[in-house]
Every structure is written in structure tokens, then in C-alpha cells.
């Protein structure tokens, strides 16, 4: 018994290719066994390809992330159906499909624009519209430009940026300016 030999089965991993009409299949497949395999939470009609772990693991972790949120849906809606046929309230139910009004929402110290001081949607939306104006601008610039307002955005000196970019002080300076005033005119509808 002591000179037992312990043999290693090395794991194998496969993937469930799905067979519908028109999925193209390679040579060495044609002849694979179909069968129904359970993919997430739907049955499909499929061949297993092998692969290796990490291949398996990058293409079924989303397969499993879905699937644990199913689970955790499934469960949540049960514990509250639990709650509500013992007439009871259990907020630790509460997610992203149950309707809740404005007052338990304030109950739970959810914040609301006007009541935390944040910005409304409107206000957000123009932020976000320029942004992208500004974003659509700047990479308009030239790579010189674009350069001196990423340092001097940065807070370095225009001695710095002259010196780092082969220009005298008074020339970022007047650069600067330039591409400042230029913005202000291009964006000037966002005001």
C-alpha cells in the first residue's frame, strides 16, 4: 500500500457551442456528439469544443455572473411574496423591481436633487454636451497645442512648458491665450 502510485487526471475544460441552422462547424467537429446542454439558464442544442482553463473561465464567468444574478432575483422575489402574504414590511426585499414611492424613499434617506443640492438632470446633460464639444475640439489641436494646455492644466509654468517644448515663455504664453480665446468663441453655446 505504501507504493501506491497516485495518478493526476489533468482536468479538461469545454465550451458548449451552440448548433442552430447556419453555425458554421470545422472539420474536426462535424462528426462531435449534439446533445442538449444547459447554457446560463436556457437549454441549447450544442457540441462541446475543448479548451483550456483559462479560455473556460474567460468565457463562462459572464455565464456565471448572469446566473448568480438570476438566483439572487429568484431568492429576493420570494422572500418578499414571504413578506407580503405574512403582511409584513421587509425593506431588505427592495430592489431594482419594486415599485417604491417617493415617501419610503425619503424614509431611506435616498437623496433627491433638490434636497441634497446636486445638480439637475438638465444641468448634468449640458455638462455632458460639453464635454464632448470640448472633447470634439481638443483633439482638433495640433500635438504642440495640445501639449501646452495638458501642462499647464497640469499647473507647470510656461517656463517649463517653453523649455519642454522648444518655445520661449512669451511664446506658450501667447499660445495659451490663443487656444483659450479660441475655445471660449467655439463654446460659446454651452454657456
Known amino acids: 500500500m505504501a507504493n501506491q ?8 475544460y469545454f465550451i458548449p457551442l451552440e448548433v442552430k441552422e447556419g453555425t ?9 456528439p449534439r ?14 469544443v475543448q479548451v483550456t482553463k483559462e479560455q473556460y473561465e474567460a468565457y463562462m464567468r459572464p455565464e456565471w455572473k448572469e446566473d448568480k444574478r438570476q438566483q439572487r432575483l429568484v431568492e ?13 414590511e421587509d425593506k431588505s426585499v427592495q430592489g431594482w423591481d419594486t415599485a417604491v414611492s417617493f415617501e419610503q424613499l425619503c424614509e431611506m434617506e435616498y437623496g433627491f436633487p433638490e434636497e441634497t443640492g446636486q445638480e439637475s438632470l438638465d444641468e448634468i446633460l449640458e455638462k455632458e454636451e460639453l464635454l464632448a464639444a470640448l472633447r470634439r475640439e481638443l483633439a482638433k489641436l495640433e500635438a504642440l497645442d495640445r501639449t501646452i494646455l495638458e501642462m499647464f492644466s497640469q499647473g507647470i509654468s510656461e517656463a517649463a512648458i517653453g523649455h519642454k517644448v522648444g518655445l520661449s515663455q512669451k511664446g506658450v504664453n501667447k499660445r495659451k491665450h490663443r487656444l483659450l480665446e479660441q475655445f471660449q468663441e467655439q463654446l460659446k453655446d454651452y454657456r
Request: aromatic fraction near 10%.
Open 5 to 12: 502510485e497516485t495518478t493526476r487526471v489533468k482536468e479538461q
Open 24 to 32: 458554421i462547424i470545422t472539420k474536426e467537429y462535424e462528426d462531435a
Open 35 to 48: 446533445k442538449w446542454w444547459k447554457i446560463g439558464n436556457r437549454k441549447v442544442y450544442a457540441i462541446l
Open 76 to 88: 429576493k422575489r420570494r422572500r418578499r411574496e414571504m413578506a407580503q402574504s405574512e403582511h409584513r
